[in-house]
C-alpha cells in the first residue's frame, strides 16, 4: 500500500462512494436475522462486523491528526511510537473486539448509515484541501494491529486505507442467508 505515487484523488472519492453505496445496500436488505448470523472468519456477528467496517473510516481521522503530528518529526520518533504500539497489541485487540459488540447496542442500522455517510463525506473534504506535500508526509504504523498496517505510511496511504479495511471485511460477512454477501 505505500509509496504507490501521487495520490489520485477521484479514485478515492470513487471508492468512498462505492463503500457508501455498498454499506446502505447491506444495511438496507439485511434481516434482524442476517445481522445476528456470524461472520465468516470473525467472532463477531454481521452487524458487529458492519460496525467494524464503520470504524475503519471513522479511525482514519485520528490518523491523521497523528500524521500530520509525527509527519513533521524525525522518522525515528515514529518510530517508537509505533514499537510501544506493538508491544500492546493484545490489549488493542482486546478492545478492537469488544468495541463492535458494545457499539452495535449504541448504534443500529439506521445510524451506522448515517454516521458513514458523515464520516466518509469529512474524509473527502480533507482530502480536497490536502496540499501534495502533506500527502506525501509520513509515519510508522504498528504493523501488528491492522494487516494493512504497513511499517512506514504517508497521509495519501492513510486515505487509502479505510476502502482496504472495508473491502477485505466485507468478504467476511454472511448476509443473504449464510453465503458471503457481495
Request: hydrophobic share 40%; net charge positive.
Amino acid at each position: 500500500m505505500t509509496n504507490e505515487g501521487p495520490i489520485d484523488r477521484q479514485a478515492v472519492y470513487d471508492d468512498y462512494e462505492r463503500a457508501r453505496q455498498t454499506f446502505h445496500r447491506l444495511l438496507d436488505t439485511a434481516s434482524k436475522g442476517d445481522l445476528a448470523r456470524p461472520t465468516r472468519g470473525t467472532k463477531w456477528t454481521n452487524e458487529q462486523l458492519l460496525w467494524h467496517m464503520l470504524f475503519g473510516y471513522m479511525v482514519v481521522r485520528a490518523l491523521l491528526i497523528l500524521v500530520r503530528a509525527f509527519g513533521r518529526l524525525p522518522r525515528r520518533v515514529s518510530k517508537v511510537f509505533a514499537r510501544v504500539l506493538d508491544a500492546v497489541t493484545v490489549p488493542f485487540d482486546l478492545v478492537n473486539y469488544l468495541g463492535p459488540c458494545g457499539a452495535v447496542k449504541v448504534y443500529g442500522p439506521r445510524r451506522m448509515a448515517a454516521a458513514f455517510d458523515r464520516g466518509t463525506r469529512a474524509l473527502e473534504r480533507r482530502l480536497a484541501e490536502e496540499s501534495e506535500a502533506g500527502l506525501a508526509r509520513g509515519m510508522h504504523y504498528p504493523v501488528r494491529w491492522d494487516p494493512f498496517f504497513q511499517d512506514y505510511m504517508t497521509l495519501a496511504d492513510i486515505y487509502r486505507y479505510p476502502t482496504r479495511h472495508f473491502d477485505f471485511h466485507h468478504r467476511q460477512l454472511t448476509l443473504g442467508g449464510g453465503k458471503a454477501f457481495s
